[in-house]
């Protein structure tokens, strides 16, 4: 799992099974590549 802010910068690469859970983010807009898919989201 590869996580991006909105300006592309990398903010954290991490191996997670499944039913793990991310660290809290600060709040903003982030890009979330697993493979080959990539999601937008927004942490209030």
Known sequence: VHIYNVHGAMVKTLF????????????GVYL?????????????
């Open 32 to 44: 979330v590549r697993i493979g080959e898919r990539v999601t937008k989201i927004l942490i209030k």
């Open 16 to 27: 997670l099974s499944a039913g793990d859970h991310v660290e809290p983010l600060p709040s």
